[in-house]
């Protein structure tokens, strides 16, 4: 998924179905076709791995919502990323991997909603 999202093409694609009100129809194909199956995919990845414990109980909508949100904005960024230094910073190949271990830190096993 990362690559995909990272990927300068589709970051255009994405950019044009939200800025451009000209095109609804391009903004509800992708909100169907690809965010609805993203977020359905996370749902469903978090009613098994908290059915299995590895996930604390959630709203496994809104985090799926809230986990698919984030990686794509932080995809944006990696798109193009010598633009983003001051968002990435100079280690952007990194950034996949700090966002996964952040957001999975989120909903694992033993963390209490509210802790920091």
Do not use: C, K, N
Not at 27 to 42: C, N, S
Not at 57 to 83: E, K
């Amino acid at each position: 998924m990362w690559t995909a999202a990272a990927d300068p093409r589709l970051v255009t694609i994405r950019r044009l179905s939200i800025g451009e009100p000209r095109f609804p129809e391009l903004a509800l194909l992708f909100a169907t076709e690809i965010d609805a199956r993203a977020v359905q995919t996370a749902r469903d990845v978090i009613v098994r791995g908290t059915a299995e414990g590895a996930f604390r109980p959630v709203d496994a909508r809104a985090a799926a919502r809230t986990l698919i949100a984030a990686l794509v904005m932080q995809a944006f960024w990696s798109a193009h990323p010598d633009l983003y230094v001051p968002v990435v910073g100079r280690d952007g190949g990194a950034i996949s991997d700090q966002t996964v271990d952040l957001l999975l830190a989120g909903v694992a096993a033993g963390h209490r909603a509210g802790e920091r």
